[in-house]
């Protein structure tokens, strides 16, 4: 599977964006989704994931309530809307396609990652 992340970009604090990712494949509606995020000297750290059906979504409490995944199987296609953002949640964000569904989510559960796109929020 191949992943494209897109949409990032500069935003004031409080503004929303929205990050979508195509995957290649015909496999798309088999892998949980999920989106990470990178910010300068910090680990890479879990954000959001989707079940394969867009029924089961878990967040990272840093992000509850702000932002929404979803997922497109007909699009092969990941969506991350943020909203009211604030600059600690200026990263590199990436989406990653995996095979294990967890409410404690780790990168080891994910096999495949974009490239990654810049956010950045300026306070």
């Known amino acids: 599977v191949l992943l494209q992340a897109s949409g990032g970009g500069m935003v004031q604090a409080g503004g929303s964006l929205r990050l979508s990712c195509a995957a290649s494949g015909r496999t798309f509606s088999t892998y949980v989704m999920g989106w990470f995020r990178q910010a300068p000297g910090k680990e890479r750290e879990f954000v959001a994931g989707?079940?394969?059906?867009?029924?089961?979504?878990y967040y990272a409490d840093s992000v509850k309530g702000r932002f929404t995944i979803a997922r497109d199987n007909a699009k092969n296609t990941v969506y991350l809307q943020m909203n009211s953002l604030k600059s600690e949640d200026t990263a590199v964000y990436y989406c990653a396609a995996g095979s294990i569904w967890s409410l404690r989510p780790s990168l080891d559960h994910y096999v495949y990652w974009g490239q990654g796109t810049l956010v950045t929020v300026s306070s």
């Open positions: 989707v079940g394969r059906s867009s029924v089961s979504t």
